[in-house]
């Protein structure tokens, strides 16, 4: 139990998947400018990624392995993450269309965020089961949330702050990026 505790908080914060590992940079940069829409981007991406670790966990246990077809994880794991965005957009349409429409095309763009896609892949490599597979989509996943609502906070505090006029816009973003990306780098010592 405690090496699936430590997966979750390594992938979480150690080696958050926006700040340290740069995966996911398109919804992190572009849904980051409100609070609520960074949530609801944030929630999506929980239940994508965890899910979509749990169903390819399973795929590739049960029938890759199995069948010795390792070499079509990519695709298959593809196939499985367009889906269940597809669900997600669905649900969501019908119950937060404010939130469905204030995502956007950052919402369909779940299904090439590389971050979902890298986790899935990631366990695989990791040689880890079905439910540390899990531990660490949803610790990744969180993570995610958490890196972009703290941007999206930022960003809404910043907006009106008087600051070089060459700065405004995504400069100031990037840099906030990369100041962030600093402060979760001391949770290395964490573990």
């Avoid at 944030?42 to 169903?55: D, E, K, Q």
């Avoid at 919402?107 to 965020?113: E, F, K, M, V």
């Amino acid at each position: 139990m405690k090496e699936v505790l430590i997966i979750g908080i390594t992938a979480a914060l150690v080696n958050n998947v926006v700040l340290s590992q740069f995966l996911g940079l398109c919804p992190f940069l572009g849904v980051s400018k409100k609070v609520k829409t960074a949530g609801g981007m944030g929630a999506a991406v929980i239940f994508v990624i965890t899910l979509s670790s749990l169903l390819t966990g399973l795929i590739y246990k049960f029938i890759l392995v199995p069948t010795d077809m390792t070499y079509l994880n990519t695709i298959v794991f593809i196939l499985v993450i367009a889906a269940l965005v597809q669900f997600v957009e669905m649900v969501l349409k019908k119950i937060s269309p404010s939130l469905y429409e204030a995502l956007g095309v950052y919402l369909p763009l779940i299904t090439t965020n590389c971050a979902v896609l890298g986790v899935a892949l990631l366990n695989v490599q990791n040689s880890y089961g079905i439910l540390e597979g899990v531990v660490n989509g949803l610790g990744t996943s969180v993570g995610f949330t958490v890196a972009i609502v703290i941007m999206a906070g930022i960003r809404e505090k910043t907006e009106y702050n008087d600051y070089s006029p060459a700065l405004k816009g995504m400069p100031m973003v990037l840099i906030t990026a990369g100041l962030m990306a600093i402060a979760f780098s001391g949770f290395s010592g964490l573990l």
